[in-house]
């Protein structure tokens, strides 16, 4: 009897062997370099991310769930405040809200899987301060146009094309299943707006900006 073959979910290894020459070697020059964090290997990434995306700009972070947070943060969500996000999606979409001490709202999909629109709308209050539609398994959300900021989640869609109003700003994750996946973990903060990618990239390292980057403070409370 023939044994049945297994498919994996994702194939890392598969990955890396097509790159692996290359990636050694960029691996060796980061640590020979005793750059460990940022630098111009994190700025490339970066620009690879920017120009995947079709976007202006992106700003390197640790994971997806910081590039959710980070977004969510920068266009103005506080605790107390509400976030639509939709039924259907991995609980990072959720928790980021929930982390920042807003509340989740969860509205139905539609049968693509992604945010039904209309239900987003219907579920705006005036506690409402932003709208996480998710592109699912490549499928593309459609974008509400409700005035409110619009953080999108496109870690399962990396390279679609973008359709219909411009989000304010999109996180991915590249975890190493994802369409465009890391070596460990990693994740990208991306958007057209300059002020508030400045702003993701200051709250990213607890709110510190400037060429000297210890010594300019800009009255934001961030993480790492």
């Not at 044994?3 to 020059?29: F, K, S």
Request: with cysteine; hydrophobic share 45%.
């Amino acid at each position: 009897m023939t044994p049945t073959p297994t498919i994996t979910m994702a194939d890392p290894l598969g990955r890396l062997r097509e790159v692996q020459a290359d990636a050694e070697q960029g691996v060796l020059e980061v640590l020979r370099s005793g750059r460990f964090i940022g630098g111009p290997v994190v700025g490339r990434a970066e620009q690879a991310a920017a120009r995947l995306f079709g976007v202006a700009g992106a700003v390197g972070v640790g994971n997806g769930t910081d590039a959710l947070m980070l977004a969510l943060s920068a266009v103005g969500v506080r605790r107390g405040h509400q976030v639509v996000v939709p039924a259907l999606t991995f609980f990072a979409t959720a928790g980021a809200v929930a982390n920042l001490g807003a509340e989740p709202v969860v509205v139905d999909v539609l049968p693509d899987g992604c945010m039904d629109p209309a239900a987003a709308a219907a579920a705006i209050t005036d506690r409402t301060a932003a709208v996480v539609p998710v592109h699912l398994y490549g499928s593309r959300a459609q974008l509400p146009d409700l005035g409110l900021p619009v953080v999108l989640d496109a870690a399962q869609a990396a390279g679609l094309p973008s359709q219909g109003p411009a989000p304010s700003l999109t996180a991915i994750s590249c975890y190493p299943t994802k369409t465009w996946g890391a070596a460990g973990d990693a994740g990208f903060v991306l958007g057209d707006d300059e002020q508030a990618l400045a702003r993701v990239r200051a709250l990213a390292n607890h709110g510190l900006t400037g060429p000297h980057e210890h010594q300019s403070i800009h009255g934001l409370v961030g993480r790492n």
